[in-house]
């Protein structure tokens, strides 16, 4: 199965972006968790961080790095999952995935899913410059 990342792409500082992730409908139909995460520059694909996720209940999560600059939201319709960010900062810059699994909640999915088991995408690029 796979994801579709899009939105990506290189910002100022204090810029916005807002990313969108292609689902499959049979998994938006499924239980399961959805989420972003990211990878730094440098960083191993294990240390994925997790950024926001959102449950099938409908029940949001954030890292501390995104709360009340990112927000997570899902259009069931249209099977898309999107990441709205704002205020922008060069420690954002990274590697963006999303990801789906059969994890129960949103708070779990922020440090459960595994880039080894679900579903992933292949990534969209965010830079932000200073």
């Excluded at 204090?14 to 990878?39: D, E, N, T």
Aim: contains cysteine.
């Amino acid at each position: 199965v796979q994801l579709m990342e899009s939105g990506g792409g290189s910002v100022e500082a204090g810029g916005s972006l807002r990313l969108s992730c292609a689902v499959p409908g049979y998994i938006m139909k499924m239980r399961h968790s959805m989420a972003w995460f990211r990878q730094a520059p440098g960083k191993a694909r294990e240390e994925r961080e997790g950024v926001a996720a959102v449950d099938s209940e409908g029940n949001t999560a954030y890292a501390d790095s995104g709360k009340g600059r990112f927000t997570i939201s899902q259009d069931n319709g249209k099977k898309i999952l999107y990441l709205e960010m704002n205020n922008l900062e060069p420690e954002d810059t990274a590697m963006y995935f999303c990801a789906v699994d059969f994890v129960e909640s949103a708070t779990q999915a922020l440090t459960a899913m595994d880039p080894d088991f679900g579903y992933w995408g292949q990534g969209t690029q965010v830079t932000v410059s200073s």
